[in-house]
């Protein structure tokens, strides 16, 4: 049985935050959207254009880059519920774990080769990277119950995104001074991501058990492991507050997640100019920055006030800041104090969705399956925002009037947050 509360297991848990990262910010949001677009963006006849074309079929290239993503996200939805069923039954979490890790950072090694030319080739190496990154995820924080008290939840919970956020900083920060001042091309940037996340890694999988339980797995580990997510599904079916939490969450993720996703493309087709690009970077930096506080900020603030209306305050901040950016933010400085809110809250909605739903599961050896239900509803939340993104974009011909779906997303998720019933047995 592991040890609650164990002091080099929790740093240990944490610091694979430091590790992965790297991949939202460097891949996600901030190097590879502009040597993305820079790379499939075409002038023809001094006409500017930013078409490609995949299986035939013509795209935009941030709506294509959208598809891609969301295709990713399904593909993790119907694979990690089983492969959970399979880790709990067998107590091999930690190993589903390395394996999606090296896979996300082997596929991101693999962008160093991205060329418009082969097209096909790049976006599956996109789509591992994001399968791989999402999929360790599932794993990773199934271990947090484990491994910490519920009083400690969100305390531990903001130490990993707060390490994550300082990490993930100083990484880009190595990248830019390489591409800006000694003149590394940017694929570079990937090949040091890979090795960042999976290098780092090590310090987690060297302090992780992997079969917490000792459990003793014993014929059709498929076939047990899928009896294993079904027992799951029938316990959750009746327990009423994590699953209006997991609705609730299921909506707001929309949000969230998208704005991770497509903030750098969006600044980069509709607000900078052309001269300003570079600037970018400095939004980029501001979230990360003010994320380690806010992910600390909200952690207090659930303290104070609970889980749950720590949450609504959350959300209540995304909403402003969605129709606020739809109406008002036009310019660059605009968009650096929205960028600041976004960090502010960006880092608190992600630390308190993961301690609030640890705080909710019962009491319960299957904690892999129980997350395999949050994360597919966080991924397909995602898939769901970004397909809209991408769509509307493809049928408007600009970004901005996305925004409205996130809008949306939010007060539906603030809603839903409201409907939770209060328990005095656990509280949240």
């Known amino acids: 049985m592991l040890e609650k509360g164990n002091k080099k297991i929790i740093n240990a848990w944490a610091f694979y935050d430091w590790a992965n990262s790297s991949y939202p ?6 190097i590879f959207p502009l040597f993305y677009e820079a790379k499939t963006d075409l002038v023809v006849n001094g006409v500017h254009s930013d078409l490609v074309t995949l299986f035939g079929r013509t795209f935009h290239n941030t709506e294509l880059y959208d598809y891609v993503i969301a295709f990713s996200f399904f593909l993790v939805s119907i694979s990690t519920p089983l492969l959970s069923g399979i880790a709990d039954y067998s107590g091999s979490k930690r190993r589903f774990m390395q394996f999606f890790c090296y896979l996300g950072s082997l596929s991101c090694a693999s962008l160093f080769f991205f060329s418009k030319e082969h097209l096909t080739l790049g976006m599956f190496s996109i789509m591992m990277t994001s399968v791989g990154f999402w999929g360790s995820l599932v794993f990773y ?18 130490k990993g995104y707060s390490l994550g956020y300082i990490g993930s900083s100083i990484l880009l920060i190595i990248c ?11 694929n570079w940037s990937f090949v040091a991501v890979a090795i960042w996340w999976a290098g780092f890694a090590q310090i987690t999988f060297a302090r992780l058990p992997n079969n917490v339980y000792g459990r003793k797995p014993e014929g059709n580990v498929i076939f047990k492991g899928f009896k294993e997510l079904y027992k799951v599904w029938l316990e959750l079916k009746h327990i009423k ?64 006030i ?5 949450l609504g305050v959350s959300i209540f901040i995304w909403i402003g800041i969605c129709i606020g950016t739809y109406l008002f933010v036009f310019t660059p400085n605009s968009f650096y104090v929205v960028a600041g809110l976004v960090g502010l809250v960006m880092g608190g909605i992600q630390s308190l969705s993961r ?52 809008i949306v997303f939010f007060v539906l998720g603030f809603i839903l947050l409201l409907t939770i019933p209060k328990s005095k047995e656990i509280e949240v």
Not at 25 to 30: H, P
Not at 265 to 275: G, M, R, S, T, V
Not at 306 to 310: F, R, T
Request: hydrophobic share 50%; net charge neutral; glycine share 8%.
């Open 355 to 406: 301690s609030t739903y640890s705080k909710l599961l019962p009491d319960t050896e299957d904690h892999a399956s129980y997350f395999s239900f949050y994360d597919v509803c966080e991924k397909i939340g995602i898939a769901i925002g970004t397909l809209s993104f991408g769509l509307i974009e493809g049928l408007t011909g600009g970004m901005r009037n996305s925004i409205l779906a996130l």
């Open 141 to 158: 924080n199934a271990f947090l119950p484990e491994i910490a008290e519920p009083a400690d939840h969100d305390r531990v919970s903001a």
């Open 25 to 30: 910010l460097v891949i996600m949001t901030a």
């Open 241 to 304: 507050r994590l699953k209006r939490y997991l609705g609730s969450f299921f909506i707001y993720s929309m949000g969230v997640q998208t704005v991770m996703i497509i903030a750098v493309p969006f600044a980069n087709k509709e607000i900078f100019p052309a001269d300003q690009k570079g600037n970018l970077i400095i939004a980029v930096l501001i979230i990360q920055f003010v994320g380690v506080a806010g992910s600390i900020l909200f952690s207090r603030l659930s303290k104070w």
């Open 306 to 310: 609970g889980n749950i209306k720590a």
């Open 176 to 186: 830019l001074i390489g591409i800006q001042v000694f003149k590394i091309p940017a």
